[in-house]
């Protein structure tokens, strides 16, 4: 028998699924994958590696190469660019729905459109950056991990404080849980749709600013606090004014991401120039809004020093929603597979709060 229990808005603390994957520790400390701390991962396994640990459950599984592939009719505007060819790749590759293919047929469309994804991301920065050629596939295919082949497929050449700091990011932002856009994906994958579907479905959820898009804010508000020199007032202006403070601020943790302890590290190691400015406006924020939200933990969360690292690899900031998609590719993957292979059919229920006989 089924029941129907009390209305949560945004599904807050709802158990939707279970997950042999991660999930985050409310209260901060560690991230692991499938029980692996991400920390000691990072630069010793590259990303690939780690979408085989999440996918697979195996570090010495890796994500494929992508194939050579021109996608036609890109904008140049990423992440709208990714979620069209990601959907595309569905009809292109005949792709098979989920209930009608076997798991390892889902696994290997999932590393084949992961390997993509990245690539047509590559080639949208390209266009943006005014390129209307394409970087010779053997110039790519000497990149020897994601990362470099990324940096080769977008500017013909990867420089490696920026191989490390997209390899870094992309590890820590790899997989969080049943956020929007994992949750998205496995919704999608319920009803048995083909594994682009839910791959592009999510990229659309990622790309809201309350989820994947924050970086794109944080480099600007980090310039405008630099060139005003005075953070506690900027951000008493911005609370004052109703704004929300980018980079701040979590549905599950109520003590400091990991992610961003980690890349905040990197940032630091990297040399990135706004590592000052931006550790001043953290603790700026942090306290004014301890001050004024006291029962409402709000710390800085993964997109803050990420929008650090990624100026690093010289990331302009609109491109960082698709920067964080790539990332999540392997998230994304392993939830669709796990749906796939345990999951029900999604349909929760809705309260009617509309008008009664109305008449015509
Ligand atoms: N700056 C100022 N106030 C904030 C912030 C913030 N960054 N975040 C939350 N608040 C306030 C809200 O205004 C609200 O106040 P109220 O109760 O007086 O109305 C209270 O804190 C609770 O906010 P909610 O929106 O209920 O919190 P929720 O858990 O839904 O939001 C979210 C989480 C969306 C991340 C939010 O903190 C936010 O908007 N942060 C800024 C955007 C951001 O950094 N996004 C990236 C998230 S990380 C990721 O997705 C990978």
Known sequence: MSTVSDFKPGLEGVVAVETDIMEP?????????RGIDVEPLIGKYPYENVWGLLVDDDLESVMPAPEPYEPAGLTGRAPSDLQAQTARLSG???LGKLNEISDEQAREDLGRISAQMMSIVAQSARMADGHIDQVPDDVVAKGKTAAEKFLLKWR???DPAAVRAIDTYWVCTAEHGVNGSTFTARVVASTGADCGAALSAAVGALSGPL???APAYV???LDEVEAMGDPEKWVSDA???GQRIMGFGHRVYRAED?????LKQTAR???SPQIAIAERLEAAALAELERRKPDRPLKTNVEYYSALVLDVAQVPPPLAPAMFACSRVAGWSAHILEQKQRGRLFRPSARYTGPVNRSL
């Open 25 to 33: 520790d409310r209260e901060g400390g560690t991230l692991r994958y």
């Open 92 to 94: 292109l590759w005949k």
């Open 156 to 158: 013909g050449e990867a």
């Open 211 to 213: 989820h994947g898009g």
């Open 219 to 221: 480099k600007p508000m």
């Open 239 to 241: 609370l004052d004014a």
């Open 258 to 262: 990991p992610r961003s302890r980690i």
């Open 269 to 271: 190691e990297l040399g």
